[in-house]
């Protein structure tokens, strides 16, 4: 008989609705954002954290990966999103229900949602005498709508874990209780060995997401999914932050050509740039 | 070779009700993708697939599907009888491959669902206000008088894309229509041996069902180790309602032989483009039709300008696809139109938000093929049903999936019954026989559509002559505002003098055939580009959000479609083969082959269809689907030497860009070689239209 694992791991992916990668966006008439009555589905860094979540329950042993939450805070319509990390895997989800017409909740208080969250979960016995406490959180390192990049590094703050950023390979040592992840940095790759718990997020090269099969779509269907309202976490979704103004960037001014390399050098004096 | 656990049965996802009928054997296959010795070439015949059953799977989410969709889930409540209905979607998400004008008349929402302006959110938020024709030559704009059928009384300008997104959502969540969108049907299910009589009384394969694409296969037809297997809807009635043009509606007219006493269908290409016009030129609920110019007086087309709400303009250009010079570019016309005074002042100021193209039908009553084969039926567009003297057509592909769920309803109803009783004699399983849509052509030719049509029937044969668009117009007038199709005669679709191969199969199109060659012709000079104004395609395109997931069979065959049908349905010699490659490159069918799929005898021969296409498009037609394609997916470009392995002619070879196709079956249809078999790829890949 093998020896049960010293921990059994409860993952939490956090997932975002967010724009479709295909979709060109434009700025809005009132300058205020980017329309957004376009196709939406989720965050491409999100559904790598999605199969690296899976990848994790194949890799190790069965049955130390106890529990994959998908988790997604937004509009009605995040749903969607969160149908879809059922379908390649995840086991349940939550989703903490925003109204329709909302401004977009910011990064802090994403965190700070995340985090309330997980501490509710891990202060009550019955849900951990059930899945565990939450020992990974992995998501996406930044939403394509937004580009912020923040919202893994603010939650490891407020929790207080270790954070892994931009892994591009995740190795779980469950014996350990820690884990070893690549993360990617400018000039190159580093390798941190963090303690569990911890929050990673997600690069490019981490996986290659899997397809949802129709057959498991049809069965997410099924799958239970946990409605929250932001006034069960005590989080207010207030902007802290106000948007002046959006546009678009300067559109690009044709070049020239030159004849001869006279010429060009004669240009790039005249636009006052000299020899080193 | 993918091995798939019976880990649970479909049972699950079957009503009670169902499990009554039959005892039946599914595999599901697991959500953790296989890992399979990386890259062994695609086996037809050796792959498992999931499989599950419905009552009805209505193929194609488009207004006429989801009509039907609802429709049936009435008849549920009204009759009390449970009906598992599934409609399958090649859009990433309803609406996005849905392109349309739009203003429609809300005969058929009326009918289908009374209480609509009651309800929140509905898209049908700007009435159209008046109704104006132009006649436009290169520098003014006379109006002129147009049919009475296109007055606009009681109608509404709408994205047509949206319009579908709110009945999905209808649909889905009032009448608990399930609705998969991101996945295609791929392939009709056909019974194993011919059980039915066709409206011809052959005896034929029925069929049974729809198949899904296959997902995770290479360009060369190898499984990667993401591939899953399309999943097998075994169904009591498949109503296919793809739209013009729709892929398994050209396959099941060819097999069935829909069209044998009908008229070939006649079609047009629609180049649209939304713009966010400058407010002082925007006048919520104006609809414009233009005639003339850019078009030539051959070319039978026009323009439109439609305002919707929101401060948004829809515009664009139709050209009909029996247009005879082989340089033309209804992109580029549509381009050049906008250079007119008239869209120079609307769009100053303005900015483009969208851009698309469709194909639409224009045979109208005498292009109806019979609507109903063994197992299913053709709804809408893949019927083919706009009234092009109203340019309306959305009215009447709701009204026929109406239809077609009632005929629907009663078979299921029927065959429930039959097998009860079959059971209850033999006490075993029985898929009993296929479900006989005929009711459902009888009940169309009996409803306000079938006189929709028929009152505007000669109005477009009328163009075809010598007299061109003249001709046309004077014909036209007559017909349209005193008599109203109330004549004895009903016009033929105008024939080339060498008809030829082109009508000898149900598929091959009448368009192509009209095409003359570039001998006879000369290039365009088309005026450049003024952005923003005007713009070269790939900015344009780059609007349509069309994207494919890279690596993946092309999808767009070079085989004419009745030998795609023969080789991918196993028809042809003894059906040892199923080369499901046919048309996909020599590399991809080389790889069947090695899995004995096809023979070496078909890899040549693909090499030779490819060669053979290059030869007559490039040497006779000045390679006319580089011109004509709304989205540049294909080039004819030169290689060196002759000969190569990929079939090429006189240095030069087509090269598709499948990954920019945005679905608007052109190509299939003017190509003259009549060897392009639009095909889908893999779900979830195409436009992303929002507000066309």
Excluded at chain 1, 76 to 102: F, I, Q, Y
Excluded at chain 2, 409 to 438: F, I, L, R, S, Y
Excluded at chain 2, 562 to 572: I, S, W
Aim: aromatic share 6%.
């Amino acid at each position: 008989m093998r020896p049960s694992p010293a921990r059994l791991l409860n993952i939490l992916v956090p997932v975002k609705r967010a724009v479709d990668y295909s979709v060109k966006i434009r700025v809005n008439p009132q300058q205020t954002g980017i329309d957004t009555n376009v196709k939406h589905s989720m965050n491409p860094f999100d559904e790598i954290a999605v199969e690296e979540a899976i990848r994790m329950r194949e890799r190790l042993p069965p049955g130390t990966v106890k529990h994959i939450k998908a988790i997604s805070i937004g509009p009605p319509k995040a749903l969607d999103v969160l149908r879809t990390a059922l379908a390649v895997g995840a086991d349940s989800a939550a989703h903490v229900a925003l109204p329709e017409n909302a401004p977009a909740p910011e990064p802090l208080a994403i965190a700070k949602t995340l985090a309330s969250y997980i501490n509710i979960q891990n202060s009550d016995p019955a849900k951990v005498e059930k899945d565990g406490k939450v020992d990974v959180v992995i998501l996406g390192k930044q939403a394509i709508d937004d580009d912020l990049g923040v919202t893994g590094q603010m939650l490891a703050g407020l929790l207080g874990w270790g954070q892994a950023t931009f892994a591009s390979k995740v190795e779980v040592d469950v014996g350990k209780n820690e884990v070893v992840v690549t993360r990617e940095i400018d000039g190159g790759a580093e390798e941190v060995r963090c303690r569990l718990p911890v929050v990673i997020t997600t690069d490019l090269r981490l996986n290659e997401p899997r397809y949802a099969s129709l057959p498991n779509i049809m069965k997410a269907k099924k799958k239970p999914v946990e409605k929250l309202s932001p006034s069960d976490l005590g989080i207010d979704y207030t902007p802290q932050l106000t948007t002046l103004r959006v546009t678009e960037p300067p559109k690009r001014v044709g070049g020239g050509k030159v004849g001869s390399v006279e010429e060009l050098v004669e240009r790039l004096k005249d636009a006052g740039i000299t020899g080193v | 070779m993918l091995r798939a656990k019976a880990t649970t049965t479909s049972r699950a996802l079957l009503p009670a009700r169902h499990q009554l009928l039959k005892k039946f054997r599914a595999r599901t296959i697991r959500t953790s993708a296989v890992r399979l010795n990386g890259g062994a070439p695609f086996d037809p015949k050796a792959i498992e697939r999931a499989e599950d059953e419905v009552d009805v799977c209505i193929v194609g989410g488009g207004p006429a599907g989801l009509s039907a969709a609802i429709r049936l889930k009435q008849l549920e409540r009204e009759k009390g009888n449970e009906i598992r209905v599934v409609v399958l979607e090649k859009g990433s998400e309803i609406g996005s491959h849905v392109l349309s004008g739009a203003v429609i008349e809300p005969r058929a929402l009326d009918e289908l669902i009374p209480e609509w302006r009651t309800m929140a959110d509905h898209p049908l938020t700007q009435p159209a206000t008046s109704s104006k024709m132009l006649f436009l030559t290169k520098n003014m704009s006379l109006p002129i008088p147009h049919p009475p059928q296109m007055g606009n009384k009681g109608n509404y300008i709408v994205s047509l894309s949206q319009f579908t997104r709110w009945l999905a959502q209808v649909a889905e969540n009032e009448y608990g229509v399930e609705i998969y969108p991101g996945f295609a049907g791929a392939q009709l299910l056909l019974s194993d041996s011919p059980d039915a009589t066709d409206n011809w009384g052959r005896k034929v394969r029925s069929v049974r069902g729809v198949v899904t694409n296959e997902v995770g296969l290479t360009k060369e037809f190898r499984m990667k180790g993401s591939f899953e297997p399309g999943m097998a809807f075994r169904a009591k009635v498949t109503l296919l309602a793809e739209g013009a043009h729709g892929s398994l509606a050209k396959q099941a007219i060819q097999h069935y032989d829909l069209r044998r006493e009908a008229e070939p269908q006649t079609y047009a290409i629609g180049l649209k483009e939304v713009w966010r016009v400058d407010p002082s030129q925007y006048n919520a609920g104006t609809v414009q039709h233009f005639l003339g110019w850019p078009l030539d007086s051959q070319t039978y087309g026009g323009g439109w300008v439609y305002h919707m709400d929101d401060g948004l303009v829809s515009l664009g250009l139709v050209v009909a696809l029996d247009y005879k010079n082989p340089y033309m570019s209804p992109y580029r016309e549509l381009q050049k139109m906008k250079h007119h005074p008239f869209f120079r002042a609307l769009l100053e100021g303005g900015e483009r938000v969208g851009y698309g193209a469709r194909v639409l039908t224009e045979g109208g009553y005498q292009s109806l093929p019979k609507l109903a084969f063994p197992g299913g039926a053709l709804l809408g567009c893949s019927a083919g049903v706009v009234n092009i003297a109203k340019i309306k057509g959305t009215h009447n592909a709701m009204k026929s999936g109406m239809l077609a769920a009632e005929s629907a309803w009663e078979a299921v109803q029927a065959k429930a019954k039959n097998a009860e009783a079959a059971e209850a004699e033999e006490g075993g399983e029985t898929t009993g026989p296929p479900t006989d849509m005929t009711g459902y052509d009888t009940a169309f030719h009996n409803s306000w559509v079938r006189d929709d049509l028929y009152e505007v029937r000669n109005l477009r044969p009328s163009f075809g002559t010598q007299l061109g668009i003249w001709g046309g117009i004077v014909y036209s007038g007559i017909d349209s505002l005193l008599l109203k199709g109330r004549v004895p005669w009903t016009f033929k679709h105008h024939r080339p003098a060498n008809a030829a191969d082109a009508m000898t199969d149900g598929t091959s199109s009448l368009d192509s055939a009209l095409t003359e060659r570039a001998e006879k012709h000369s290039p365009i000079e088309y005026p450049p580009f003024e952005p923003p104004l005007s713009t070269d395609l790939m900015t344009s395109v780059a609007l349509t959000g069309t994207n494919h997931a890279e690596d993946q069979p092309v999808h767009l065959r070079v085989v004419k479609t009745r030998d795609f049908v023969r080789a991918t349905q196993g028809l042809n010699g003894d059906g040892a083969t199923v080369n499901a490659a046919v048309g996909a490159g020599v590399g991809a069918v080389r790889a069947e082959a090695e899995v004995g799929a096809a023979t070496e005898a078909d890899v040549e021969e693909e090499r030779r269809r490819r060669e053979e296409h290059v030869r007559v498009n490039v040497g006779e037609y000045a390679g006319l689907l580089e011109r004509a394609c709304p989205a540049g997916v294909y080039e004819y470009v030169d290689v060196e030497g002759e000969g190569s392995s990929e079939g090429t002619w006189n240095g030069k070879k087509l090269v598709i860009n499948s990954q920019n196709c945005i679905h608007c079956k052109l190509c299939d249809i003017k190509v003259p070689t009549q060897d392009i078999t639009w095909t889908v790829p893999e779900g979830s890949g195409g436009p992303k239209y929002t507000v066309t």
